[in-house]
């Protein structure tokens, strides 16, 4: 054995980050799309099956059998999937041995007084090193705590989901990318509902239902991209939302969409549908599982939680021990087993930091009748707001468990500070500019221009670029008011003070002026992954000089740059009309 290096961990620290290596190999080889774990055996005078890797690794002997899955296929690159073997023995509290073997390898690995080795018997010594050893030091020398996480995807099949989510996407991506007219990223939106269907699809087809029976309702569809992919999949549904969207019109007739307000009650069921989908349905989720159970007893559901709602309101936090996220996922699962469910819970592979997903398809208890699950919600709701019980079949009283259910106005509101009064607007712009200024900070001491040796390339003249503050410090200085008006706009003062991007730059909830000697012209800007040359050549050749430079105007040295280097204009006669884009 050659020793790597001390990591100077306990050996339980250690078993906790060989978990991670074994249970999500991903983690550390970014090729795999993870593994499926096909046994979990430990050896006493006969092997004994467990449930969990974690339980395992406190056992003197026993073997891990697993198969990994590549994201990709690809025979050329030799990537297929493959089955591997784990074999350990732990005799004492300070020592442990690892096998790793398959067709491709075999390598040891031990643990001995907080010191780790490797020995390769087949196979490529760095790249195992580099795959398996190197992650597992890392992991053992952190100083966070390592804490157990559930594995994605695990109601599914782990390679039935990525061939399918690659078919879809080969299938789909690049049409739907084309055709997209919503403002949103489509690299974002259409891959996660590729995702989300490929998901979906695998669940019925563990039902062996024909497609056929299977009709599904998206509740809240938004783009109805969801229910595009479904339906051209073969799957009959309906996808309803408040107000209709631009590329609605790209995916009809084929796909059945409707504009229509869902008002949840004690009476709203849908009877034609086996399925209720919510994907990031907001206010409808937590009613996804009642109007579910209330329909039939083989209606069945997903719902993808998101914005925090009650049956009434916004979501009020019960467990502050808890994130606020994962005290409403708590939430949304007691509602679900209030309806009578097995709330089974998975993570998705989706690109959403949202992707705790609930999916009930199995009843606890069939003969429920329509009265107590009603009443079971209904004392659900009034624990959380001290309201009185209701009589157990009283109808009338149970129907107050609609809550007066408000739902989602059809009109988008504008909430990105521009309608604030422009009197509130200019005081803060103000305020924020003077406070900068109030520290001594000059150009010409940047450390840009400290090592020039030609003078002639040194700012002309001693430009204060003022110094830097926090929004906490800037929300300090401003009235209790104002900061209410901007929160009622949904994006506070953060949102105003990027609305006035070409004063300021806002980089990780600081603010500083803008300095066009030094910033280019995207800097501060929010934009996609490789869209700064666009928005460079965007200013430069369609806007350039068509407005006034605020600095020219308003910074008591006035610009940072003469005016032929600037891209505003200094001065009305510097004015210039706007070139149209020719696309």
């Not at 593994?35 to 099956?49: A, E, F, N, V």
């Not at 509902?193 to 024909?210: H, N, S, T």
């Not at 309608?419 to 607007?425: A, G, S, T, V």
């Amino acid at each position: 054995m050659t020793p790597v290096v001390v990591v100077q961990c306990s050996v339980q620290r250690f078993t906790r980050a060989l978990d991670i290596l074994v249970r999500k190999p991903h983690a550390s080889q970014k090729k795999l799309a993870g593994c499926t774990l096909t046994s979990l055996s430990i050896y006493q005078d006969q092997p004994k099956s467990v449930k969990s890797v974690s339980e395992v690794f406190d056992e003197a002997y026993g073997e891990i059998r697993r198969r990994l899955v590549f994201r990709k296929i690809s025979s050329e690159a030799q990537q297929t999937d493959y089955d591997e073997t784990i074999k350990w023995i732990h005799p004492s509290e300070q020592s442990m041995t690892i096998s790793f073997h398959c067709d491709h390898h075999e390598f040891l690995i031990q643990y001995l007084d907080s010191q780790i080795s490797f020995h390769v018997v087949k196979g490529p010594k760095d790249a195992i090193r580099h795959n398996y050893v190197d992650p597992l030091v890392k992991w053992c020398q952190g100083v966070e705590e390592i804490t157990p996480s559930p594995t994605s995807n695990r109601l599914v099949d782990l390679a039935k989901y990525r061939d399918k989510y690659c078919q879809l996407k080969d299938k789909h991506a690049p049409n739907i990318i084309k055709i997209w007219t919503e403002s949103t990223d489509p690299e974002k939106f259409v891959h996660e509902d590729l995702a989300l269907a490929a998901y979906i699809i695998l669940l019925w087809e563990q039902d062996d239902l024909p497609k056929e029976q299977i009709r599904f309702m998206d509740l809240g569809c938004g783009n109805g991209l969801l229910v595009y992919i479904l339906t051209v999949e073969g799957y009959d549904g309906t996808g309803v939302d408040i107000r209709q969207r631009k590329i609605w019109d790209s995916f009809k007739p084929k796909v059945d969409l409707q504009v229509s307000t869902v008002h949840p009650s004690a009476t709203t069921t849908f009877p034609k549908y086996t399925w209720l989908i919510g994907n990031h349905s907001d206010e409808l989720t937590p009613w996804i599982p009642v109007m579910a159970a209330l329909t039939s007893h083989q209606t069945r559901f997903f719902v993808l939680p998101c914005c925090p709602f009650e049956f009434h309101r916004k979501f009020v936090r019960r467990n502050p021990k808890a994130s606020i996220y994962r005290d409403y996922l708590d939430y949304v699962k007691e509602v679900g087993e209030k309806c009578g469910f097995v709330m089974e819970e998975d993570r998705l592979k989706i690109p959403s930091t949202k992707r705790i997903c609930f999916i009930g398809r199995q009843r606890v208890n069939l003969k429920e009748t329509r009265p107590e699950i009603l009443q079971a919600i209904h004392d659900l709701n009034s624990t959380s707001q001290s309201q009185g019980q209701c009589e157990k079949n009283d109808l009338v009283h149970a129907k107050r468990a609609r809550l007066d259910f408000v739902p989602r106005s059809s009109e988008i509101a504008v909430h990105n500070c521009t309608q604030l009064p422009k009197e509130l607007i200019t005081d803060v712009i103000k305020l924020v500019v003077s406070e900068c200024l109030k520290t001594q900070n000059l150009l010409m001491d940047h450390s840009k221009f400290s090592n020039l040796k030609d003078e002639s390339l040194l700012p002309t003249k001693e430009w204060n670029m003022g110094g830097t503050l926090s929004l906490s410090e800037i929300a300090a200085l401003i009235s209790y008011e104002q900061l209410q008006a901007m929160k009622n706009e949904c994006g506070g003062l953060q949102t105003l003070i990027r609305n006035h991007n070409f004063i300021f730059i806002v980089d990780k909830g600081q603010v500083r002026l803008r300095c066009h000697a030094l910033d280019p012209p995207w800097a501060g800007k929010r934009h996609s992954k490789g869209s700064k040359s666009n928005v460079g050549t965007t200013a430069t050749h369609l806007t350039k000089k068509t407005r006034l430079c605020w600095f020219f105007e308003n910074h008591p040295q006035g610009c940072s740059v003469s005016a032929d280097k600037c891209l505003w204009a200094h001065g009305k006669h510097d004015l210039a009309a706007m070139t149209t884009r020719n696309d």
